[in-house]
């Protein structure tokens, strides 16, 4: 598909220098201000609004959570590689950030909403940290967010499945939203938690 070698390589950049702001706060001299971050060269083409239920039942949407800066990861409860890589990061990040974890919502969106009911998803989040919200809904809803975000998500039957199991192969970025909604960054799968913290810290102020 056309675009795509363009945007690899756009990906494969951010991966390499995508602390390069935050390096450059540190290093900055004392007494100056510390320089805003460059704007993204991938900013517009992730995101949108989406309706979705979190893991208490509830119905939200993207609007709920204006005001905030948003953390969303895609998985799912059974994922056995990526997720459970990448969301104690997320977690440890959470902490590390201290009081300013509190301008930041941690979204957990799940890529088998078939299996990852509300009560499935607050068991599993649940053991990661308490402020991240699990976000499910009907095939859809998933398959709309997901494209907005444009997450790839694939469902595989492998040898070991019993009858009627599935596993998920699907994309492991961390997006990371504005107060309104709109796209700042994104962080690698296995982006550490000290270097989470350190881009993050960069966007909150």
């Known amino acids: 598909m056309q675009g795509r070698p363009h945007r690899r390589a756009l990906l494969a950049g951010l991966a390499t220098g995508l602390s390069l702001p935050a390096l450059a706060q540190h290093h900055g001299h004392a007494g100056h201000a510390a320089p805003s971050p460059r704007p993204d060269p991938l900013a517009g083409r992730f995101g949108g609004p989406f309706s979705l239920t979190d893991h208490r039942g509830t119905q939200v949407s993207d ?12 998985g799912f409860t059974r994922c056995t590689d990526t997720c459970p890589i990448d969301l104690p990061n997320i977690a440890q990040a959470l902490d590390g950030l201290g009081s300013l974890a509190e301008r930041v919502v941690p979204l957990f969106v799940t890529v088998d909403p078939a299996h990852d009911t509300p009560a499935v998803l607050a068991a599993y989040i649940g053991a990661f940290h308490p402020r991240l919200i699990g976000l499910t809904g009907s095939e859809a809803q998933i398959a709309a967010v997901a494209k907005a975000y444009k997450v790839h998500r694939r469902k595989l039957t492998l040898p070991h499945h019993a009858p009627g199991e599935h596993s998920v192969d ?27 913290v350190a881009v993050l810290r960069n966007y909150l102020g």
Do not use: N
């Not at 609007?63 to 895609?74: E, N, T, V």
């Not at 699907?170 to 989470?196: I, N, Q, V």
């Open 63 to 74: 609007r709920d959570f204006r005001g905030r800066f948003m953390l969303i990861y895609f």
């Open 170 to 196: 699907h994309g492991s970025l961390t997006y990371l939203m504005d107060r309104e909604g709109r796209f700042l960054t994104l962080l690698p799968h296995k982006t550490s938690a000290d270097r989470m």
